[in-house]
């Protein structure tokens, strides 16, 4: 782990699963193609994308149920490291 606290998600398939109601159809996602690098989903997990300069448009995090439940702030996991 490289979190600790309660603000950590932990890398599940349920939350994987969770994650891509939001992250796979907003607009950064699509628009730059996210799905192609990793990590792929559950960025407020394993880190930012590895895509190159992905900008910050239309972030779903704020509307996931992980993002509330883990005390999560900002948002924008995908390109932003909190
Ligand atoms: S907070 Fe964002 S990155 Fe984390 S699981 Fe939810 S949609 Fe995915
Ligand atoms: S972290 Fe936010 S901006 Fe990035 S792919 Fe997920 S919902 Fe979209």
Do not use: W
């Amino acid at each position: 782990m490289s979190n600790s606290g309660n603000n950590t998600v932990p890398d599940t398939e349920e939350n994987r699963q969770i994650c891509r109601k939001y992250c796979k159809i907003c607009e950064n996602y699509k628009r730059h193609s996210l799905g192609n690098y990793q990590p792929d989903e559950l960025f407020c997990s394993c880190g930012t994308s590895s895509a190159p300069s992905v900008k910050e448009i239309g972030c779903f995090c704020p509307a996931c149920e992980l993002f509330s439940k883990h005390h999560l702030r900002g948002g924008y996991f995908c390109a932003v490291r909190h």
